[in-house]
């Protein structure tokens, strides 16, 4: 196995939407991409609310600066970084993750930008590339790399199908239930023991 491929939120860290959604009691934010899968739709909700509620991205900043990576996390982080590549593909924002990051030691991250307006409200988001995490997976197989890609929710669902050696993480039941062609790994010493096998 040459590169692994992660999704960030659900896998290494905490929802960071979530979260944010328990500080401020607003549930409408716990929406994520297990129950939407458009994420234009997703982003464009979330921001919608933020607007409305006048919240502005120190306000999200404070509560990820006391988050911490899920348990296991780091350990795992530390193992497969011995053995291999590690290449992390995330749909959130370089403006939200830098605490998390470090964190988990720095691994390589490719994500997307947020909009910041003057008043350091989230104006808009921008995505490095639609289909990101795909592509990245699919440029990886091109420069004849061998691909490992897990995550956790719908999003991830094109990286893993483009990758040679795959499986779910701590996914919502409905989506074992749609792919019962994918292994699933319940934490992180089951992801370990599946690249094992493979490494």
Known sequence: MNIVCLDLEGVLVPEIWIAFAEKTGIEALKRT????????VLMRYRLGILNEAGFKLADIEEVIGTLDPLAGALDFVRWLTAQTR?????????????????????????CHDLVIDSDGRIADYQLRLKD???????????????????????????????ADQKCLFRPPARLIGERPDLAVASDHSELQAILSKLL
């Open 33 to 40: 991409t297990r129950d939407e899968p458009d994420y234009d």
């Open 86 to 110: 590690l290449v992390i593909l995330s749909d959130t924002f370089s403006q939200f993750v830098g605490p998390l990051m470090a964190k988990l030691g720095h691994p390589t991250l490719f």
């Open 132 to 162: 990101h995490k795909r592509k990245a997976v699919e440029a990886f197989k091109a420069l004849n790399f061998e691909t490992f890609a897990a995550g956790d929710s719908y999003n991830d669902l094109s990286m893993i199908d483009a």
